[in-house]
Nanobody, 124 residues
Framework: QVQLVESGGGLVQAGGSLSLSCAAS????????MGWFRQAPGKEREFVAH????????FYADFVKGRFTISRDNAKNTVYLQMNTLKPEDTAVYYC?????????????????WGQGTQVTVSS
């Protein structure tokens, strides 16, 4: 059974940091691109960042550039999202996703496997 399990969400004040993790199991994810997406109440799911199978290529949405960092540890089947200088508008449920392809995409429809999400709330 393929599973992606996010953790690390929570409540933080504006300007603070959180580190999200996504542990994968049930298949070999080391050849998959991985992505992070988020969805705020009443809004569509939006792209945050993606990383290639090797970790050598990363891409970020403009609104997180310079603040968020995506990384992965294939030996642990885990992908991370380090979030710094958080803003209230970053409040959302954050999802990780796997794409059976070497390189990521900003389009959520290109991803096959999804986690259940973890809530991030940033207070002003």
């Amino acid at each position: 059974q393929v599973q992606l399990v996010e953790s690390g969400g929570g409540l933080v004040q504006a300007g603070g940091s959180l580190s999200l993790s996504c542990a994968a199991s049930g298949r070999t994810f080391s050849t998959d691109a991985m992505g992070w997406f988020r969805q705020a109440p009443g809004k569509e799911r939006e792209f945050v960042a993606h990383i290639s199978w090797s970790g050598g290529s990363t891409f970020y949405a403009d609104f997180v550039k310079g603040r968020f960092t995506i990384s992965r540890d294939n030996a642990k089947n885990t992908v991370y999202l380090q979030m710094n200088t958080l803003k209230p508008e970053d409040t959302a449920v954050y999802y990780c996703a796997a794409r059976p392809s070497p390189y990521g995409s900003y389009n959520p429809q290109d991803y096959v496997y999804w986690g259940q999400g973890t809530q991030v709330t940033v207070s002003s």
